[in-house]
């Protein structure tokens, strides 16, 4: 198989999609827009089949990321998220992820951090597959 993202041979990652026959590289994964759940039921998706939120909700103009405080692009991707209770927290994935709130926060103490809504929002986080611990 060749890499949907860097055309080269040997990808060995496949979209989980049924019907989809694209395949990539680990490390051309990301950069290509492809993602690689890397908890349970670890499956990988490629572009046209990454899983989005199904909050309809675009950022106002001058909105920034809760967290990073950088500027929101002007649409939701799988790498932006948005509170889907308040509808006015926007957060990337890996500062989510990756920036300690929901590995610090954990499974009984996840929430919102402008609203802290925590129902609404860790169903979401679920869905979404963001890696929440149990402790």
């Given at each position: 198989q060749s890499c949907c993202i860097c055309g080269q041979s040997r990808a060995t990652i496949a979209c989980c999609e049924a019907d989809c026959d694209l395949?990539?590289?680990?490390?051309s994964a990301k950069q290509?827009?492809?993602v690689t759940?890397?908890?349970?039921p670890f499956r990988s998706f490629c572009p046209a089949h990454s899983p989005e939120q199904e909050v309809e909700v675009s950022p106002e103009?001058?909105?920034?990321?809760?967290?990073?405080m950088e500027p929101v692009e002007d649409r939701k991707?799988?790498?932006?998220m948005v509170c889907p209770a308040c509808r006015t927290a926007w957060?990337?994935?890996d500062?989510?992820?990756?920036?300690?709130?929901a590995l610090?926060?954990?499974f009984l103490s996840l929430q919102c951090p402008l609203c802290r809504n925590s129902d609404i929002f860790f169903i979401d986080l679920y869905i979404m597959r963001i890696q929440i611990p149990f402790r």
């Amino acid at each position: 198989q060749s890499c949907c993202i860097c055309g080269q041979s040997r990808a060995t990652i496949a979209c989980c999609e049924a019907d989809c026959d694209l395949s990539f590289h680990l490390p051309s994964a990301k950069q290509g827009g492809c993602v690689t759940l890397f908890i349970r039921p670890f499956r990988s998706f490629c572009p046209a089949h990454s899983p989005e939120q199904e909050v309809e909700v675009s950022p106002e103009p001058g909105t920034v990321f809760i967290i990073c405080m950088e500027p929101v692009e002007d649409r939701k991707t799988f790498n932006t998220m948005v509170c889907p209770a308040c509808r006015t927290a926007w957060f990337h994935r890996d500062c989510i992820q990756l920036g300690g709130q929901a590995l610090h926060a954990a499974f009984l103490s996840l929430q919102c951090p402008l609203c802290r809504n925590s129902d609404i929002f860790f169903i979401d986080l679920y869905i979404m597959r963001i890696q929440i611990p149990f402790r």
